[in-house]
Structure formats: structure tokens, C-alpha cells
């Protein structure tokens, strides 16, 4: 497994500020569906609605982004994701 470019990405400042804007335009609300506000940044993820792959496109797009709580992000939607590698291919 090769190094991963993409990862850097959420590094900079352009990303952090993605994140903000995200969380801002979202009310700090997770988009789950559970409704919850949280007010502690610490605890939300920038998601991206449709996995990027190392697309910069899809990185990068708004409208592609989402915010939610760590729980809900690192459960359900991971969950979601790792479920669906067998149909969409294994990806590093």
C-alpha cells in the first residue's frame, strides 16, 4: 500500500476552512437524522456524502460535505461504508 496524497488534504488550511463554512451553513446540526446540535466543533466531522476516493473533485465540492457528530459518523456511516466495499471494489 503506497502512500496516499489525498490524506494531506485535510491538513490545510483550505480544508479546515471547508469544514467550518460546512459546519456553519449545517447549524452545527448532524445530518444523520438524529437532529442533534453540537456546539463543540471537536465532536463533529466534515463527512463527504459520496466517498471521494482521492477525488479532488468530489474532496472539494460543498456540496458533497455534511456535518455530523463523531458517534453517528463513526458508527452508522462507517457501517454504511464498509459495507458496500464488495460492490464498489476495495479502495486505499
Same mark, same amino acid.
Given at each position: ?47 463527504? %456524502? #459520496? @466517498? ?12 458533497? +460535505?455534511? !456535518?455530523? %457528530? #463523531? @458517534? ?12 458496500? +466495499?464488495? !460492490? ?5
Amino acid at each position: 500500500m503506497g502512500s496516499l496524497p489525498w490524506k494531506a488534504w485535510y491538513k490545510t488550511a483550505r480544508w479546515q476552512q471547508l469544514r467550518t463554512q460546512t459546519f456553519i451553513r449545517d447549524l452545527f446540526t448532524c445530518q444523520c437524522g438524529c437532529g442533534v446540535v453540537e456546539a463543540d466543533t471537536s465532536q463533529l466531522v466534515c463527512d463527504h %456524502r #459520496k @466517498p471521494h476516493r482521492g477525488d479532488a473533485r468530489l474532496f472539494w465540492d460543498e456540496t458533497n +460535505l455534511q !456535518t455530523m %457528530r #463523531k @458517534p453517528c459518523h463513526d458508527s452508522k456511516k462507517q457501517r454504511e461504508e464498509q459495507a458496500s +466495499l464488495h !460492490t464498489r471494489g476495495v479502495w486505499y
